[in-house]
């Protein structure tokens, strides 16, 4: 019963220097119960324990007290060698987890609540790591001021798989562990609700919520407990709803002492030095670093405490824990003897404590601590330990190519690794590396520049090591972490913001990230700096990788399949469960095995401090380095390396490189009188020193480059005068030859001009001559026109009569001819028309027997038609008028009667005889006109004649005129060179 009351009544007191509320709780239960008390580890039921009964157990099987310290087991160091796995057994661990197994183990909830770095979280995971695989699943939340119901309710969902109609959990026959750190984180809304605790309130009453989608309908969720860890209220930290804090089984974890401290950490430490198996060191610092160690972790609580402009002075257990996984990395290769040992001991109190303080006065007070410790407990060594630089590192075989290394493995020591001149050779070449790679960075290797570098190269290399670089823009945060990820052997993502960018987007981008990590199995660093923080939801995401190592309900069942499909065929060749959960849980793993994280971060404003105290992974874990203004050394090294490719006189050169660091230098400490005085800020930063140097450099050039335009000029004018005196004696040279050659082409253009005026004179006369005659030919023609007329209407009088008489032919026919010829005697007066015919056609036998004879051609008629009338002669007309026609009987109308061939016969001579008269009257005319037509055809020939000698003389005119125009086109061009060289000279 007393034991019950005291973690139950009394479980949520707390025990202060300022506030002993367990020991007053504890003597009350004592005067109630009025038992004896004694001091042992275990006590009889009949009596209680002097200690405080909080100190014990009661063991219901022995029916006795025990100590929580006598079921301490022995430390052993776990078989992956991994620091995160290492979980030292002692009263505080052991009381925790037999609490968490009684509760959880009654299904009911659990909540631990005590300060940061009370082992909360390690231990709940190192208990749920510790449950059957094979009936208990576990699910990991942080919450952080961003997390939203929708976040929680996702997440679960994301967990549990459909049963019945509207009931869902786990796979059947296992139960779902709900693990949520940080519980009041989530801030509160307008109406003093914390969302995400208000759901799981209605989650845990009611063992179920209601669906999202349009229906609202309500999801009960079986087989499903919640085991929750949180801080006491304050800071970014809420008070929760007391409603839904009764709802679990709540437990004060109290700070451990310093000698469970000792008890941790030398447990640790002792099995390492075993490792290193050398006696000087065992005896001089075995013992003794622990408690140094734990002395001045006392003095950084005491003496910087946080403040709102130093609120990541946050120091916890986690920071002496990161202390001794930097001491568990030394091999007896490189630590040989105390003094190296305590060396290393003090670099990596330096990084843990030191790296992130912001002032100088600050960190002195670190280094004066530390010295103090150091010259206290180890005085003979302390010369060598208390040495600077103090640098180390495991990078000295970083380009090492593993083909051909022993074992094809490149063997990576953490050593000392000496001054500053003796790294930046490596991380030259490193650079020169990875600009050969990838996109080429112009680094300068100052002092500063590789003390960060190393700072973040350690960290990269520590199993779950993750950065926050804090420094203003320029300080070469985002260069640096480059290179330290290249010789830590790790590739770089990072994200690039597009317009809309929103979480979406943010998650898809992530699954590429875990696709790397996860099926490529590469270790990389994402370097997310604040200009990626489109949303402040993403930090949200990002607290998440830092805390678990992944997002919650970042991928889908199908999704979740295909990534698990190779992990499932590791874990069966190695002899483990192989069941979905377990696949995935081992994928989340190895994940977060390759996964490191380096924020780079800007200090101005109150971003950086908000973002700190909202998500509180952003300083809880990771490794805070602070970039500090750049000293003297670094500028000047820095303005030397961007002038070396300047040609500058080596005098000035110095004294340059000295007033840019004057500049700067007198700018930033002027700005720091104006925010004093003013209390406005002015921000020098590193990349406006560099933005100076490039403009001077830009300057210089265009001066140069002024200067060099204005030289050439000058330049090229002498050399313009000294060519042109040469050019003057050549053009007084050519000037004179020029003219010789000007007079002789005067001369040939006078010649031309004299034959062009006698040639034109020529072709003038002979146009005039042949324009006279031909416009008298066109007076004769015109007349011979009229003559030719007048003889041709005097013809057209007789066409008819011909026309008639070829008609009266046309309408004989062949037998009309042959009756006639058949004829022995014809009629007389047919018998005269035969002989008419025949007189006509000048046929020598005038009779009817000529005329029979002349019938008997089968052309007859034709050759009537066709008879050249024109042939006819005075003769053979006047013998036809005179013989024949004086007959008055001799008529057409009388021989049509006798005979119609006759008749036409007649018809055609009469016709002939009156084309002769017509003819007759006529031809003079027509001889007139045709000795006219020819006197006209040789005029209009010798007018062509005429016309072509012309066209030819104008043709032979035109060319000379075109000779002479070349000429004088020649001449004047040689006119106007003499001109221009005389001009010239």
Known sequence: FLFCCVWSIGALLVQRPEAKERSRFDAFMKQLAAMGTIDADRVSASQLPSRSLYEYCFDVADGCWRSWRSYVTEYVPPASGQFSKILVSTADTVRTSWLLKTVVGSGYPCLLVGESGTSKSVTIGNFLAGLDPASNITLNMNFSSRTSSWDVQRAIEDSVEKRTKDTYGPPMGKRLLLFVDDLNMPRVDTYGTQQPIALLKMFVERKGFYDRGKELGWKNIKDVQMVSAMGPPGGARN???????????????????????????????????????????????????????????????????????????????????????????????????????????????????????????????????????????????????????????????????????????????????????????????????????????????????????????????????????????????????????????????????????????????????????????????????????????????????????????????????????????????????????????????????????????????????????????????????????????????????????????????????????LVHQSVRQFSAQFAEEL????????????????????????????????????????????????EVDQLQKELSQAKVVVEAATQECNKLLEVISVNTADAETKQKSAQEKEAALQVESVQIAKDKQEAEQALSEAIPALEEAAAALNDLKKDDITEIRSFAKPHVLVQRVCECVVILKNLKDVSWTGAKSMMTDPRFLKSLVEFDKDSLTDKQVKKVKSDYMKDPSFTYDNVRTISTAGAGLLKWVLAMVNYYNVAKGVEPKRKKVAEAEKNLRLAQKDLTDTKEKLAQLNAELASLRNQFADKTAEQQELKAKLSSWRGDL
Request: aromatic content about 8%.
């Open 239 to 661: 008070l929760v709803d007391p409603r839904f804090i009764s709802l679990f089984a709540a437990f004060e974890i109290q700070p451990p002492t310093n000698e469970n401290l000792r008890t941790i950490y030398q447990a640790i430490l002792g099995k390492h030095l075993a490792r290193l198996n050398n006696s000087d060191i065992t005896q001089m610092v075995g013992e003794s670093i622990t408690d140094i160690t734990l002395e001045l972790y006392n003095a950084v609580l005491e003496q910087l405490p946080p403040t709102p402009s130093r609120f990541h002075y946050v120091f916890n257990l986690r920071d002496l824990s990161r202390v001794y996984e930097g001491l568990l990395r030394s091999s007896p290769d490189v630590i040989q003897g105390p003094a190296d040992f305590v060396r290393l001991w003090r670099n990596e109190v330096l990084r843990v404590f030191h790296d992130r303080l912001i002032s100088a006065e600050d960190k002195q007070v670190v280094h004066a601590k530390i010295a103090e410790l150091v010259q206290r407990r180890y005085a003979i060594v302390s010369e060598k330990a208390l040495a600077d630089p103090v640098l180390f590192g495991d990078f000295r075989n970083a380009l090492a190519d593993p083909d051909t290394a022993a074992g094809g493995v490149v063997l990576r020591l953490y050593e000392d690794l000496g001054k500053y001149s003796d790294i930046q050779p490596i991380f030259q070449a490193a650079l020169a590396s990875y600009n050969e790679k990838r996109k080429p960075m112009q680094l300068v290797f100052f002092d500063d520049a590789l003390e960060h570098l190393t700072r973040i190269q350690r960290t990269l290399r520590l199993p779950l090591g993750h950065c926050l670089l804090v420094g203003v823009g320029g300080s070469g945060k985002q260069s640096l972490a480059r290179l330290a990820a290249y010789t830590a052997g790790c590739g770089v993502f990072e994200i690039t913001l597009t317009r809309g960018y929103d979480e979406v987007a943010f998650r898809d981008d992530l699954k590429k990230l875990y696709a790397m990590l996860g099926a490529e199995d590469k270790k990389m660093v994402f370097l997310f700096t604040d200009s990626h923080v489109a949303d402040e939801g993403f930090l949200e995401l990002i607290n998440n990788m830092l805390t678990s190592g992944m997002v919650p309900a970042l991928y889908d069942d199908s999704e979740k399949e295909g990534l698990i499909s190779n992990i499932r065929q590791e874990l069966t060749a190695k002899g483990l469960p192989d069941s979905k959960d377990a696949c995935w849980s081992a994928y989340v793993e190895k994940c977060r095995g390759n996964l490191h994280v380096v924020l780079a971060m800007s200090p101005v404003g109150e971003a950086l401090r908000t973002r700190c105290r909202n998500f509180p992974g952003l300083v809880n874990n990771t490794v805070i380095d602070w970039f500090e203004p750049w000293p003297e050394q670094a500028l000047s090294s820095v303005a030397s390396a961007f002038l070396e490719s300047e040609e500058l006189p080596n005098t000035l050169r110095p004294a340059l490189v000295e007033h840019m660091v």
């Open 679 to 726: 209390r406005r800020h002015n921000y020098v930063t590193p990349k406006n020193y560099l933005d100076f140097i490039t403009n001077y450099k830009r300057s210089l050039g265009a001066q140069r480059k002024e200067i060099s335009e204005t030289s050439g000029r000058l330049s090229n004018g002498l050399a313009k005068l000294v060519q042109a005196s040469a």
